[in-house]
């Protein structure tokens, strides 16, 4: 698992996702596009507020797409959860050598969306689950 270090304006980000949404973040990844925050388990639908109110509050603030992802202790979850935009239908998780990896496989009409332009959206989710599970290696199919 890598260290997590938050600068300045994702602390801010936090503190006002925090303030709209009166769910705790646990994590929080800015990407070039987007905006992900993670919440406690149980704490999904509090921090989308009804009607996805809150996710659009906070769209119209920072002016960038919110992802809202659900924190899980097993790794299966939590990376469905990272892929839930895409409709995952399975995921496997195996070690190769010293490598543990895992192959989402998701909605095939999603796919290119999972993996982004120039694989974008794949490094993100990646880095995402490297930063709180011990899973180095992460591919879509």
């Known amino acids: 698992m890598a260290e997590v270090?938050?600068?300045?304006?994702?602390?801010?980000?936090?503190?006002?996702?925090?303030?709209?949404?009166?769910?705790?973040v646990k994590d929080c990844v800015e990407?070039?596009?987007?905006?992900?925050?993670?919440?406690?388990?149980g704490f999904i639908s509090k921090a989308v507020?009804?009607?996805?109110?809150?996710?659009?509050?906070?769209?119209?603030?920072?002016?960038k797409t919110i992802q809202i992802i659900e924190y899980s202790d097993d790794p299966m979850q939590f990376i469905k959860s990272v892929?839930?935009?895409?409709?995952?239908?399975?995921v496997d998780i195996e070690s190769r050598g010293d490598v543990i990896h895992a192959t989402v496989k998701v909605n095939p009409a999603l796919k290119a969306k999972a993996i982004g332009r120039a694989g974008r959206n794949l490094k993100v989710c990646r880095d995402i689950i490297f930063r709180h599970h011990n899973i180095q290696s992460v591919?879509?199919?």
Not at 49 to 63: D, P
Request: glycine fraction near 8%.
């Open 5 to 24: 270090r938050l600068d300045n304006q994702t602390l801010l980000h936090i503190g006002l996702f925090e303030r709209v949404t009166k769910a705790r």
């Open 31 to 41: 990407a070039e596009d987007k905006i992900i925050f993670m919440v406690d388990p």
């Open 49 to 63: 507020g009804k009607n996805g109110e809150n996710v659009s509050k906070l769209r119209k603030t920072i002016g």
């Open 83 to 90: 892929f839930h935009p895409y409709e995952v239908e399975k």
């Open 139 to 141: 591919s879509v199919a």
